[in-house]
């Protein structure tokens, strides 16, 4: 794959253990298409019963929602002349899905490109055996297709022809968080401690921007290999596969079957199925955590103890002398202690047992933009003593 840009909205990372149902399969039976499965799962007006209403928080509203998807529809052979005719050297990553492929489309219209020529866009095909096929296709167009946010990728457009289900997004070309975080070679350079702060601020702005608009939206697989980077490491939360509306009426839970990805699932919700909004704030702490230690969530090949990085760390994040044992050794101590301890509380208070313990995203976001300004400071000061 060369130079692979990480696992698109969609695509899965090798950890990933999110469950499937066989309603989820796309088998082709002779006379069922997939416009047909598509209506039968929700009726012929697939794209109109979403999402309605603006974010009501006004540290936020610099996302939008749409009454109606703004997309492009593109037909199968536009995309086979943007991809290459989905030729194999423009594969960006693969998983779950299927497979996701590097194109070009003119900037203004939208129409397929020559290679090289115009803007790069990500093109994810699904794969017609797939497990989690039409649902999270059809669930991925009606929230990102009407959810604006500099923090969410932008899809672009989709193709529904026969039986080609395919989704079209910007191209984010520093690929996924997991990759820089975990993956070893020359193209992923360690993150910095101020680029790690930098991407946890964008991606709990797009989670709290979910969290505060009219009608509540649960994103339900907050993982490091969903939050992608542009050139500029802003981060942006894609693949909106199992996204659901939060309560209503008084409720404070959803009950939904159990999907997700074991390690960053919260554990009432994988106890009961009782999905809250502040399911997915257990989830961002647990990629605080990942970033904090540059170790996954989950990882067998770690001594036995220590399979479960939220156990095995839960003491350190509470003590600021055990922490430095805890902190990525990649870092080489170009961090500021104190900002890395209230790192660690934070995280702490988000993986909180009780879903009514945990802060709000917004409270996320204000907390780590705290702590982004005490760095700052702290150079200030540096740069006035000399």
């Not at 002779?30 to 499965?37: L, N, R």
């Not at 052979?77 to 943007?82: C, D, G, N, Q, R």
């Not at 994040?317 to 509380?345: H, T």
Request: with cysteine; glycine share 10%; proline share 4%.
């Amino acid at each position: 794959m060369g130079n692979c840009l990480g696992f698109y909205p969609g695509s899965q990372s090798p950890s990933d253990t999110r469950p499937s149902s066989s309603a989820h399969s796309t088998s082709k039976a002779s006379g069922s298409t997939v416009t047909e499965k598509l209506s039968t799962l929700s009726g012929s007006n697939f794209s109109q019963s979403i999402v309605s209403g603006a974010s009501t928080d006004e540290g936020f509203l610099d996302g939008q929602i749409l009454e109606v998807p703004n997309l492009r529809v593109f037909t199968f052979s536009e995309l086979k002349i943007a991809t290459r005719n989905f030729k194999p050297d423009t594969v960006l990553g693969e998983g779950g899905f299927g497979r996701v492929y590097k194109g070009w489309v003119e900037e203004k219209t939208l129409n397929p490109a020559k290679s090289g020529i115009g803007m790069v866009v990500a093109v994810k095909k699904l794969n017609p055996e797939s497990m989690q096929g039409l649902e999270q296709w059809q669930s991925e167009v009606n929230f990102l297709g009407r959810l604006s946010h500099p923090n969410l990728v932008k899809l672009l457009g989709y193709c529904l022809e026969d039986e080609e289900l395919l989704l079209v997004y910007e191209y984010m070309a520093r690929g996924s968080l997991e990759n820089h975080l975990f993956r070893k070679g020359s193209a992923f350079e360690p993150l910095s401690w101020s680029l790690r702060l930098k991407i946890a601020i964008g991606a709990a702005r797009g989670l709290a921007f979910l969290h505060t608009s009219e009608k509540q939206v649960i994103y339900r697989d907050f993982k490091a290999s969903n939050i992608l980077l542009d050139s500029n490491y802003n981060a942006k939360l894609s693949d909106f596969g199992l996204a659901k509306h939060g309560p209503s009426g008084g409720d404070s839970h959803v009950t939904t079957r159990v999907m997700g990805t074991y390690g960053y699932a919260a554990p009432e919700y994988v106890a009961t199925g009782h999905l809250y909004v502040k399911s997915d704030v257990y989830g961002f702490g647990v990629m605080l955590l990942e970033m904090l230690s540059g170790q996954r969530a989950l990882d067998t090949n770690r001594p036995s103890g220590q399979h479960n990085l939220i156990d095995f760390a839960r003491p350190m994040l509470a003590d600021r002398r055990k922490l430095a044992r805890l902190i990525d050794n990649r870092l080489e101590g170009q961090y500021s202690s104190k900002g890395a301890y209230q790192v660690a509380q934070l995280t702490l208070k988000c993986l909180a047992g009780d879903p009514r313990s945990r802060p709000s995203m917004k409270e996320v976001v204000q907390t780590l933009e705290k702590i982004e300004a005490l760095k700052s400071r702290s150079r200030e000061a540096k740069n006035v003593s000399h």
